[in-house]
């Protein structure tokens, strides 16, 4: 087993775990359709951050042409799985009791996760940079945009839908920046 194969083994786990979360609370909010109020902007949310995990899952194949793997390396790693999972986590409400309205809730929770996809992308320049040795201006300039999403996320709530358009767009364009 190398090295790569090993360190993605703890990495796979946590994005398995993000994925099954995101579906579960789907089915949830499914069964529960008389008692939740549906809105279109929680819904293109939480499909951007399965992209997103989708993504990390599949450029993760690619860091298996570095030879030499850090302790730091691992944990970043495994630092950015779990933001995901805690955006995955907070991207839904769960309708386990009372009537759920998504607009409202994304516009609540919706900050937690959008500071969770913060955090992850504060992982890609390190990864650029330092394990890929990537230049430094572009390494910080894609994930920069996705840092000023987040932030209007978690400071302008009430604009949730206009910022979760924007997110899908910029989720697609890091998607295909990445394939």
Do not use: K
């Amino acid at each position: 087993m190398t090295q790569h194969e090993y360190i993605f083994i703890a990495v796979s786990i946590i994005l398995g775990l993000a994925i099954t979360r995101l579906l579960h609370t789907m089915a949830m909010i499914t069964r529960a359709y008389r008692r939740v109020i549906f809105h279109w902007s929680s819904v293109i949310w939480a499909f951007s951050i399965m992209l997103y995990i989708l993504q990390l899952w599949w450029v993760g194949w690619e860091l298996r042409v570095i030879e030499q793997w850090s302790f730091i390396d691992f944990i970043v790693l495994v630092f950015g799985s779990a933001a995901l999972y805690g955006a995955a986590e907070m991207a839904l409400t769960s309708p386990d009791e009372g009537n759920v309205n998504m607009l409202e809730n994304s516009q609540d929770l919706g900050r937690l996760s959008a500071l969770s996809m913060l955090l992850y992308f504060l992982v890609g320049p390190y990864v650029n940079i330092f394990m890929y040795n990537n230049a430094v201006f572009p390494s910080l300039a894609v994930p920069s945009i996705g840092i000023l999403l987040m932030a209007f996320v978690i400071f302008l709530p009430a604009r949730f839908g206009l910022w979760s358009v924007l997110f899908a767009l910029y989720s697609v364009c890091v998607l295909l920046l990445t394939i």
